[in-house]
């Protein structure tokens, strides 16, 4: 996947789900008239846009303004490969 289908997976606030559902809701009749070259860009910034703390933010500030949980598991063999290049380095 891409960093944005990563980021749409560890989103940090409760209702984040529901707020995707909604994205998609408002999307998908769009989506099915058009074939866009980046849809999961389209989605998160979809998602940031339906909220009121991340809408015009990018992935990095909306990073920094907490919109991701970085002890979701699905971000842990990202945060383990991080980490053995960090290690490689030191060495």
Do not use: M
């Not at 984040?16 to 989605?43: F, G």
Request: glycine share 2%; with cysteine; net charge positive.
């Amino acid at each position: 996947g891409t960093l944005e289908d990563l980021c749409l997976k560890i989103l940090a606030q409760k209702n984040a789900q529901a707020i995707l559902a909604d994205v998609e809701r408002a999307i998908d009749p769009y989506l099915q008239n058009k074939t866009l070259p980046r849809p999961h860009k389209n989605r998160l910034h979809a998602y940031f846009s339906f909220t009121d703390d991340f809408v015009s933010l990018k992935i990095g500030e909306a990073a920094k303004a907490k919109a991701f949980s970085w002890e979701n598991p699905s971000i842990a063999s990202l945060k383990n490969f991080l980490r053995s290049i960090l290690h490689a380095e030191e060495q």
